[in-house]
């Protein structure tokens, strides 16, 4: 059994998991960022559920997690969208140009 602790009052538990939950964590992170858009929540559940055998909970979990860490955004209509840039080529020209302060 895995637990995975989402904050100090809400602790998700994962029976009979074959993975861990970092694994998963990371499997969902990747699905979203390599699709980049989905139309719903529901359809997000419906290709989570079927390749990952999680469930809403943990999903929600996740999702949760992946909001507060500005990785993507929930929009009204409930659509999801991947908003976290890696590779931001402006800001590494910025760095590389700046000077150290001491």
């Known amino acids: 059994m895995h637990i995975i602790t989402v904050n100090m009052s ?3 538990l ?3 998991s074959k993975t861990s939950p ?5 499997a969902i992170e990747n699905l ?3 699709e980049g858009y989905f ?10 559920i079927s390749r ?7 999903i929600n979990a996740v999702l949760k997690n992946l909001k507060s860490s500005n990785k993507i955004q929930v929009n009204k209509d409930g659509s999801i969208v ?20 001491r």
């Open 52 to 58: 990952f055998s999680c469930s809403r909970v943990t």
């Open 82 to 101: 991947w908003i976290f840039s890696d590779k931001n080529d402006k800001l590494t020209k910025t760095i590389q140009k700046s000077v150290l302060l």
């Open 39 to 48: 139309e719903s929540t529901s359809q997000l559940y419906k290709i989570l």
């Open 32 to 34: 979203i960022k390599n």
């Open 10 to 12: 809400k602790t998700v």
């Open 14 to 16: 994962l029976r009979h």
């Open 22 to 26: 970092t694994k998963t964590r990371l």
